[in-house]
């Protein structure tokens, strides 16, 4: 069974900074792709960024050139440093991962969430 964890919520002023780290644990497993996506109260969750196994990376228009998403393969590990927060970040931030089985069968998994907080 996979468990993806996240970490490095909090709150923070506008402009200021924040690392948040998701960790994959089990086995039995290959990871692919791992990302972080975001959802605001009353709002659908979206896309913030992901990185594929061999490093490359996808952002939101909303995040270019604030946000730096990065992974640890060894650690089964994905990071996301955001600088220059703005109120409007302010969301629960889910880890997700794209997994392949021992048999080679995709699937899916989301961590619990953290809060991310930027107050004005």
């Known amino acids: 069974q996979v468990q993806l964890v996240e970490s490095g919520g909090g709150l923070v002023q506008a402009g200021g900074s924040l690392r948040l780290s998701c960790v994959a644990s089990?086995?039995?497993?290959?990871?692919?792709?791992m990302g972080w996506y975001r959802q605001a109260p009353g709002k659908q969750r979206e896309l913030v960024a992901t990185i594929t196994s061999g490093g490359s990376t996808n952002y939101a228009d909303s995040v270019k050139g604030r946000f730096t998403i990065s992974r640890d393969n060894a650690k089964s590990t994905v990071y996301l440093q955001m600088n220059s927060l703005k109120p409007e970040d302010t969301a629960v931030y889910y880890c997700n991962a794209h997994f392949l089985s021992l048999l080679g069968n995709p699937f899916r998994s989301w961590g619990q969430g953290t809060q991310v907080t930027v107050s004005s």
């Open positions: 089990g086995s039995g497993f290959r990871i692919n792709v």
